[in-house]
């Protein structure tokens, strides 16, 4: 049972490069987010996900994009990257909201 | 939006009770209130929630006035390995599509020995 996984652990792109982010539960929780973390604050959610096939928007949506095409995976997407994209991105599931949510180990991302 | 303030950080001596308080004063009717705990380079750990009064697990307690204005939690007889960051985290029903989770700044908590 390996929980939440995330893949990739690092990257670095450059201003204007794309990359998707991928998140992996096998808990067959319904809920995942998506959150990242700027040095010294705390978590913000950019997209999260009730079910297979939806999304919704968190708190700081903007230049992020979402599918959750599958109940187990959760993809975040970065079309165009901007320094301030620069951050730790954690993904997090839950059987149901509110309630507890499992994090994945975080994936460090650096935009130059 | 139910925006939480916690204080920035915390010391205390392994053995002794620590209690971190969280303010959430437009806190909205379907919000539940959870405290995370983070250790440096991990994800958020869960440690609590609750609605109201008091709720109590195997390593926490989480008091809730009747105003659920403010959010106490409580660490019985903390170790060196409790040295953490400690979120407050109101919301998350998702009732309704305007329904969000707000973390906190969070409260950094250092253990003396």
């Known amino acids: ?112 | 939006l139910a925006k939480t303030t916690q204080p920035i950080s915390m010391d205390s001596y392994e053995g002794q009770e620590v209690n971190i308080t969280c303010s959430h004063n437009n806190i909205a009717t379907n919000d539940y209130i959870t405290w995370y705990q983070q250790f440096p380079s991990q994800g958020p750990r869960f440690i609590i929630q609750g609605y109201k009064t008091k709720v109590t697990n195997e390593v926490a307690s989480l008091f809730i006035p009747a105003d659920r204005k403010s959010s106490t939690l409580s660490l019985p007889r903390v170790s060196l390995s409790d040295t953490a960051v400690y979120y407050c985290l109101v919301g998350g029903s998702f009732r309704n599509r305007d329904d969000k989770i707000i973390f906190g700044k969070g409260t950094r908590l250092h253990i003396l020995p």
């Open chain 1, 1 to 112: 049972n390996a929980g939440v996984t995330q893949t990739p652990k690092f990257r670095v792109l450059k201003t204007g490069q794309s990359m998707t982010l991928l998140c992996a539960q096998d808990m067959n929780h319904e809920y995942m987010y998506w959150y990242r973390q700027d040095p010294g604050m705390g978590l913000r959610l950019i997209h999260y996900s009730v079910g297979e096939g939806t999304t919704a928007k968190g708190e700081v949506p903007d230049g992020y994009n979402v599918s959750r095409l599958k109940k187990q995976n959760f993809l975040l997407g970065l079309e165009s990257a901007a320094p301030s994209q620069t951050s730790v991105y954690f993904c997090a599931s839950s059987y149901q909201s509110p309630g507890e949510q499992y994090f994945g180990p975080g994936t460090r991302l650096t935009v130059t």
